[in-house]
């Protein structure tokens, strides 16, 4: 496994910070069959989903129901790139679907503890030896339960209070139990 750390400025937009953009590129090629279901602005890859119907993304499904658009080990490689924390929910989605996501849960509910089912669904979709590119504050990724394994490590260091963009390069090895 290769852990690596640089430095670049931060962005809104994930692939406007050259290196979370050329780690993609790396591994997607020219994005044909890769799936991205947080896409904004700038995707590399063919198929792309965003809630927010202002992005240029070809789809504008929740994550939950537009994952459930694939069929089992069918994906060359998927980018997993959500909001990091409930701020981030709150501001990248308050006029595109938060209102409706929050009167149908309690006011404690965490959009981003609902990625469970996400990501037993990428791993669901993904082919033999695809790849999940994940970016958060963490390096969870998907996990060796889904059948995966971490292939490098990218650390995007952003200066100052920023916290770093952490990026799981992740591999199937191994089939899992169908998703339902």
Not at 125 to 139: D, E, M, V, Y
């Amino acid at each position: 496994m290769e852990i690596k750390r640089v430095w670049a400025m931060s962005n809104k937009w994930t692939f406007k910070v050259k290196p979370l953009l050329n780690i993609v590129l790396k591994y997607c090629g020219d994005g044909k069959n890769w799936v991205d279901m947080f896409s904004g602005f700038n995707s590399p890859v063919e198929i792309t989903n965003d809630i927010n119907p202002e992005t240029p993304a070809k789809y504008h499904m929740d994550a939950h129901d537009f994952i459930q658009l694939f069929d089992n080990s069918s994906i060359d490689g998927v980018i997993f790139d959500p909001p990091y924390s409930i701020s981030q929910v709150k501001r990248s989605y308050d006029k595109n679907g938060l209102e409706s996501l929050m009167s149908k849960n309690s006011k404690y509910f965490d959009p981003t503890a609902s990625f469970t089912l996400v990501k037993e669904n990428i791993s669901r979709i993904l082919k033999p030896g695809g790849i999940c590119i994940s970016f958060g504050w963490n390096t969870n990724g998907i996990g060796k339960k889904r059948g995966m394994e971490i292939i490098e490590i990218l650390i995007v260091a952003h200066g100052g209070g920023r916290n770093d963009t952490l990026v799981t390069v992740e591999r199937k090895v191994r089939r899992t139990l169908e998703v339902e």
